[in-house]
């Protein structure tokens, strides 16, 4: 299903007594009713509310074709050319799609949506250029607006030009409005570019600010984790806290389906491989045995081992329920290392360094029998 639904009372039109019904129709999601209770007329409110109908029911062709007509009856909405753009876009014509932005944008010079939608849609077509060119006339023709310093943080980003990115990510939030839902969606972007170009302590602020502002984007929380521990500097208590919300969400079940069964709390480089760390949210004498499990992947992403802390039901009665093992390939491997379930992270970390440096030797072995 098309995500966008429109609201009827935010078309600044002032309609007639059919296009009134037409549009209490459409707020009720009604659509079918709305096409049934058409009246075959020539009013541009009337074919607005059909046309935004069709593109509900996700007939394209229709909506593209009476969005058409009703700009040609005299319809002054610039959303009309969005939303033919938009249906050429689910019909695999992109050049279609951008020529209508185009014509919108010369229509109506002044809608910043309908630029940065152009804009947009250069980038899905991969016309690069074309597209920063027009982010870049946003931002000079209006200055005080976010969208262009967005549009831009956002390629830049996905190229991995995490400096460019962060430039533009901080004039985007200097112009966007808290309340603007555009708001969470920049922080929380460019804490994620700050994380990746490794500067904890600008990322840790902006998570912070996210966090404060949406309590319950407990994903937000597991990244500000992995910043906290990434930074090196002592946020055990803070980690503790966000590790108490987390755990306390899974028991009201309103977490993320991707964080049911456990978490991200760290990622690093250690020689030529990445590590991804994740601690299980269930009580591991009730499952595989595992709490925590280190990832470690080579260069082109493919696990080539992983470190993990097992329950033992015989050191826990000795008050250390959790061994560290590996396993590599098929063999299994069990250190000299034991921890609790509050265990620091810095010593998993650490651990996992020195098995993969061999500095740390296994006190046992295992390779299942063939």
Known sequence: MKKIIISAFSILFCLNVNAQSLSELFDNKEYKKVIENYKNTTDSKELFYLALSYYQLENDKLNISTMKQSIANGNTNPKCYHYISNSFTYL?????????LKIGSQAYPTDI????????AHLKN???DEAISIYKKIN????????????LANYYAEMKSYSEAINNFDIA???CPKDNSDYLTLLFNAGLCTQLNKNYDKSEKLFNE??????TDFHAKAKLIQVCQASGKDYNDKIKTLKQEIYQASKDNSLPENMQKMFCFVQFNYQNYKIEAYEYLIDPSENLKI??????MNSEGKDVMTVQTEYNSLSAKDGVPLLLCSKDNNTH?????????????????EATKNIISKKLKPTATSTPVK
């Not at 695999?92 to 209508?100: M, T, V």
């Not at 949506?113 to 947009?120: G, H, K, M, N, R």
């Not at 000079?140 to 549009?151: A, E, I, L």
């Not at 996210?210 to 309590?215: F, I, R, W």
């Open 92 to 100: 695999n014509q992109a050049d279609s799609s951008i020529k209508y």
């Open 113 to 120: 949506e309908t630029w940065d939608l152009l804009a947009s």
């Open 126 to 128: 991969n016309s690069i």
């Open 140 to 151: 000079t023709d209006f200055p005080s607006v976010h969208n262009g310093y967005m549009g």
């Open 173 to 175: 939030l200097q112009n």
């Open 210 to 215: 996210y966090v404060e502002l949406d309590k």
């Open 291 to 296: 709490k925590h499990k280190l990832f470690i």
């Open 333 to 349: 491997s069990t250190y000299p290392l034991g921890y609790t379930f509050d265990v620091n992270y810095n010593s998993l970390i």
